[in-house]
Each structure stands twice: as structure tokens, then as C-alpha cells.
């Protein structure tokens, strides 16, 4: 069970993780809540981890001991997020109307509650039957990027509005000496018919800003957007750790209370591959991070027991590099 | 063909980005023509029902601190472009605290107008944002399409009233009628009517005022000697009107309708940055509005009557 300290940041997250999926994973473990989530092609993810400390109640018992080999698993499980959003619809508003809301999870019922103590001693109640899933975690080794840029929510906020909502796809491009934002364009872009724009930054601009090799990452910005959002909420300044094209880029939010992390695919351009073996392969790939699959109740990475690799697309080819990383890079 | 232009002063930035505003809101595509001393954004109608038909003309030197332009030739010195306006407006709406705006004809993979806007930023250099506008670049040889439209003789001349109200009255009789009927005579007293089977509203202006049309060119002839009581009434598609005022978002200092003998209706908003104008081209059918915007009272040179 949980209650919360800021409504309104618990469900801008919801409403961020909406952005990437129509579920997500409900995965609540003794430091805190884990709300995750992956799209359907596996080129977006996202984690939000709310700390106990988040809460002004939090209690978990954990559902399996460590020695128990069958598999006792009613949590983490899986939520329709479409059936979550009514609940924090209208965040604005949730903290004047909502003294207090609590989630409890009820695992012989198969459902989750969801339970708001309005004013007036009104008090709606939310049962929202769940499936009980997989874990779900990525591993991503940001801190062997070699490039980082940290940044107040406000200044990327001000970027992404000079492009449409419409637009898909953007690229960011870096040097030591520059940062440029712009639309994407495939190469059978009609440009009588598309207009592009482009902003250049300053690396003044940024609170930190660090860039080990010069690339060009071009990434989904509306499953970003959800990210942009809440970010503006907590007022927490966004890390971005990226590498070469190719590579995932990770947003992300950290403090005391939250950490939050999105997780996007990057293209990859053919002609970057000029020795590539197939000269008819698919012109472009997203190449992304791995899944893994692992079948206990809390996901630690000291226990390697790892299961099925969970592979949807082509994966970086430093498999082994990552796995080897496993032991200090954190787990998300 | 060259073209650059540069708008450093921020009223007359906001200003010339709330006439784009208008115009996006009228149409889906407009034609610009350039000249040395002009911009004009022009629409020609060619929708057989009805619609926007516009016409609106800027002093460049009202706007611009910077403005060049070669035209298609020397003898022709003039370049037509056509361009989705609802664009350019999504260029100027985040430049509204810039310290410069510049507008260039570029040609990169195909013919664009390209703005770059300087922003202020936190670090000592500016952010600059870049848009690429496409654009069709129309052949001398349909220049013709897009002449002035000529302005026939008015019946009536009348200052309109406060928008703000006109608009919430057009919006009402929306619901009840598609047709609207304007009234007006020569002693400052309008109407607003619609008629149908089981109501009829009328709204009555009076005291409105009529402008005193100075007779150059003779265009005021069928006006004068006219009964200053009679009526002049012209019907109008509401649709039509509403979305004109809807659309407006230059604030006229004064508006005038004027009325044509029988056949068509002009309505027209005169303000320090606006002139509006909406006529008819037949009776009950049609609906042209036509909108001519000035930057000066001065422009207003009854040029269009």
C-alpha cells in the first residue's frame, strides 16, 4: 500500500509512461514503486521509480523468499494505462480536489486499488484488474557514454516548441562547439511540401555539457514529449546520455524522491555501414538496447540468473561489453 | 530572383505576425507578391461557392528594416510566390521576443522562403531557430490571375460598429439562419436581419456614422444624390461573415461597410493597421470577402472604390 506526497507528480508520470504505451508495469519492491514501460516495437521505454520516501505511507512485503523455487509472483504485473489515466485526469486540479490517495494491491483478487479521498468525503475507488507478467527491465549503461548534456526542463521545453506537435521524428546534432535540434527528413521527403526548421544552442546553455565524439541521433520526439512534461512538473533538471547514431539515447530525471528514464531507440543510417554484407537490407534499423527476462519478484542485478535474452531487434554489437557492465551499471 | 528582408523592431514584428495570423486563418494557400516598395498577399478565389477572396497590401517600409529584392527581370521587377500561410505563422508565433527576424528566398532541394529568428538565450550567444518554408514560384505568364481587384460603385458607406459586438450578433443569428441581411443608409443607421419560417431577428445599429468619401475618379457618383434614409441591403452566406470576424486579429480603429447597387456588398474595416473589405458577387449565391489591410490611414486612398 502507498500514500501519496504529490498526486500531481504521480500522475504526470502516468501520463508520461502513456506517451510510450497502452501498459505498463506496476512493479513495487522494498525501496519503492517502479512504474515501466516498452512500446510495441520495443524502439521506447521507461521507467519511473518513486522511492519509498515519495510516499507519506509505503508498505511492501515481499511476496516470495529468495530460496522458494516455485514461482509466487503476483507483482510486478502488468496495468491497462487507458484504465489508470481516468484517475489522474485532470492533474491540475487532482491536488486541490484529492486530500489523499492510496494504491493497494490485492493480489488473491488480481487487482490493484486505486483509492482517492476527495473533499466533501467523497471517495472514489478504482479496482483495476491486473496481469500478471514478466518483469520487465532494461539495461543501459549511461554512464559509458561519451556524451552528456544536463539541462533545466524549461530550456528543452523552449526548443521543442518551434517544432509542430505533429512532428515525429527530430535529430540532435553535436560538436564541442554546438548543439543543433532539427527535423528529420527520410531521404524521399517531398520538400516542396515539408517545412523543416532547426534551432542552434550554445553549449553555454547547458548545465553540463559534455561531448566525447561528435554525433548526429535522430530519435522519436513525441514519445519524448511525455517525458518533457513531467520533467517541467518536478522542476528536475534532464540528463541526456547518448553516443554514435546507432546507440539508444537516454532522458532522464533524477532526485531524492524520483528517478525517471526514457530510453529511445536511435536511427541508423545505412551509409554508415558501407561495408555491410546485405546491400538490400532495410535502409534503416533501430538498433537498441537488450531486454532481459527474469523470472524473480525483485530484480537485482547481483543475481545474473538471467533467462531469455529478450531480442526484437538488431542489438548492439557490444553485447558482452554491456553484460560485463552489468555489475555497475545501474539497474532501471 | 533574390529576396531578404529584416524586422528588428519588436511592435512591428508583432504586428505583421497577427496579419499573418489573419490570413492563415482565411486560407490554406496565399500567393505573395514582392515588389521594391510592397508585399502583398493575395488570394485569388477560384471556389465556386463562395470563399475568401483577398487582397491585402503592406508597406514594406512599415515592417522592414532591411528589404531587397531583384524580381524576375528588370522590366518585370516583381516575384509571385505561393505559400501555405498557416506555415509562415507557425514561424512567427515563437519569434515574438526576437531580436531579429530575417526572411530570405533560398534554394536548397526546391524554392523556400527561409526565417531565421534570432532569440535571446541565457549564454551570451543567441539561439537561433530556422525555418524552411517551401515555396511554388508562379511563371510571369499567370501574373494576370492575381491583378487588383477592381472595385465597382458603392451605394452606401457606413462605419461599423464596435467588431467585438457585431461578431457576438453574427454568431448568434448563426444558429438560426444561413443567411444573413445587411441594411445600411446614409444617416449612420444599420441592420443586421435574418429571416425564417418561424423567426425573425433583427439587430439595429444607429449613430454609426458615415465616412465622407471624397470623389476621386468619380467612384462615389451613384452615391451621391441618393435618399439618405433609403436602405441599401445586400445577403450574405453568415458562414462566411462570422468567419471573417472570427478571423480578425488586427484591431480596427474604425470599420466601414459600404453598398453596392443591388449585385454586391463591401464590407470594410478601417483601422490604423486594417482595412477589411467583403463583398458579394451575386445576389443570395455567392460570397467573396474581399480583404485589402493598409499599414497607414494615409494608404487608404480610396484606392479600392
Request: hydrophobic letters at 40%.
Given at each position: 500500500g502507498a500514500c501519496f506526497l504529490s498526486l500531481a507528480v504521480f500522475g504526470r508520470a502516468i501520463h508520461a509512461i502513456a506517451r510510450i504505451s497502452d501498459e505498463f508495469w506496476f512493479d513495487p519492491i522494498e525501496k519503492g514503486l517502479a512504474l515501466r514501460s516498452v512500446n510495441s516495437s520495443r524502439s521506447a521505454y521507461a521507467c519511473v521509480f518513486f522511492s519509498?520516501?515519495?510516499?507519506q505511507h509505503y508498505c511492501w512485503t515481499a511476496g516470495t523468499q529468495p530460496c522458494q523455487k516455485e514461482k509466487q509472483l503476483s507483482l510486478p504485473c502488468k496495468l491497462i494505462i487507458k484504465s489508470v489515466l481516468p484517475v489522474f485526469r485532470c492533474v491540475n486540479v487532482l491536488e486541490r480536489n484529492v486530500e489523499k490517495c492510496s494504491i493497494c494491491s490485492s493480489p488473491s483478487e488480481q487487482h490493484i486499488t486505486f483509492q482517492l479521498l476527495c473533499r466533501h468525503g467523497v471517495v472514489k475507488t478504482y479496482n483495476l484488474t491486473f496481469q500478471e507478467c514478466d518483469p520487465l527491465q532494461a539495461v543501459f549503461?549511461?554512464?559509458?557514454?561519451?556524451n552528456i548534456l544536463k539541462v533545466h526542463s524549461r530550456l528543452l521545453a523552449d526548443v521543442m516548441?518551434?517544432?509542430?506537435?505533429?512532428?515525429e521524428e527530430i535529430t540532435l546534432s553535436v560538436t564541442p562547439v554546438k548543439v543543433c535540434f532539427k527535423s528529420y527528413t527520410e531521404e524521399d521527403t517531398d520538400f516542396s511540401r515539408t517545412m523543416l526548421t532547426e534551432i542552434q544552442l550554445s553549449?553555454?546553455?547547458?548545465d553540463y555539457f559534455q561531448v566525447g565524439v561528435d554525433s548526429a541521433v535522430t530519435f522519436c520526439l513525441k514519445e519524448l514529449r511525455g517525458l518533457l512534461a513531467f520533467s517541467e512538473a518536478t522542476s528536475v533538471p534532464v540528463s541526456i546520455h547518448f553516443d554514435r547514431c546507432g546507440r539508444p539515447i537516454a532522458f532522464s530525471i533524477e532526485d531524492l524522491l524520483l528517478e525517471a528514464s526514457f530510453i529511445l531507440a536511435t536511427l541508423c543510417e545505412a551509409e554508415k555501414e558501407a561495408a555491410s554484407p546485405e546491400p538490400n537490407c532495410h535502409l534503416y534499423k533501430y538498433c537498441i538496447f537488450q531486454f532481459h527476462s527474469l523470472f524473480f519478484g525483485a530484480v537485482s542485478y547481483k543475481e545474473k540468473a538471467i533467462g531469455d535474452t529478450f531480442q526484437s531487434l538488431v542489438t548492439a554489437s557490444d553485447t558482452e561489453e554491456e553484460l560485463g557492465a552489468l555489475q555497475s551499471s545501474p539497474v532501471l | 530572383m533574390r529576396f531578404r528582408a529584416k524586422i528588428v523592431d519588436l511592435a512591428c514584428l508583432n504586428h505583421f505576425s497577427r496579419i499573418i495570423n489573419t490570413i492563415a486563418k482565411l486560407a490554406k494557400t496565399c500567393i505573395l507578391r514582392l515588389t521594391v516598395c510592397k508585399l502583398y498577399f493575395i488570394l485569388s478565389d477560384k471556389v465556386a461557392n463562395g470563399g475568401a477572396s483577398m487582397w491585402c497590401e503592406l508597406s514594406q517600409g512599415n515592417f522592414f528594416d532591411e528589404f531587397q529584392m531583384e524580381g524576375v527581370a528588370a522590366e518585370h521587377n516583381e516575384i509571385y510566390l505561393e505559400f501555405v500561410p498557416e506555415n509562415l505563422w507557425r514561424a512567427f508565433k515563437t519569434a515574438q521576443s526576437a531580436k531579429a527576424v530575417k526572411i530570405k528566398l533560398t534554394n536548397k532541394h526546391c524554392p523556400c522562403l527561409r526565417v531565421a529568428v534570432e532569440l535571446p538565450s541565457l549564454s551570451s550567444s543567441s539561439r537561433i531557430v530556422t525555418h524552411d518554408i517551401p515555396v511554388g514560384v508562379i511563371p510571369r505568364r499567370m501574373w494576370n490571375d492575381f491583378r487588383e481587384p477592381s472595385v465597382p460603385d458603392f451605394d452606401v458607406s457606413i462605419y461599423l460598429p464596435v467588431l467585438k459586438t457585431m461578431k457576438s450578433v453574427v454568431e448568434r443569428m448563426k444558429n438560426l439562419s444561413n443567411f444573413i441581411v445587411i441594411e445600411a443608409n446614409l444617416s449612420g443607421e444599420m441592420n443586421l436581419k435574418i429571416e425564417t419560417d418561424l423567426v425573425s431577428v433583427t439587430t439595429h445599429f444607429k449613430d454609426l456614422g458615415n465616412p465622407p468619401w471624397a470623389s476621386e475618379d468619380g467612384y462615389q457618383s451613384s452615391a451621391q444624390g441618393r435618399d439618405v434614409e433609403s436602405m441599401a441591403e445586400a445577403c450574405i452566406d453568415i458562414k462566411k461573415l462570422q468567419q471573417l470576424l472570427a478571423g480578425q486579429q488586427v484591431n480596427p480603429t474604425k470599420a466601414l461597410c459600404s453598398k453596392f447597387n443591388s449585385s454586391a456588398c463591401e464590407l470594410q474595416l478601417v483601422g490604423s493597421f486594417a482595412i477589411l473589405s467583403f463583398s458579394r458577387i451575386s445576389v443570395f449565391i455567392f460570397v467573396c470577402l474581399k480583404v485589402n489591410i493598409f499599414t497607414a490611414p494615409e494608404d487608404f486612398q480610396y484606392l479600392y472604390f
Open positions: 519509498s520516501m515519495f510516499f549503461a549511461k554512464h559509458m557514454c561519451p516548441i518551434h517544432f509542430p506537435s505533429s512532428q553549449p553555454e546553455e547547458f | -
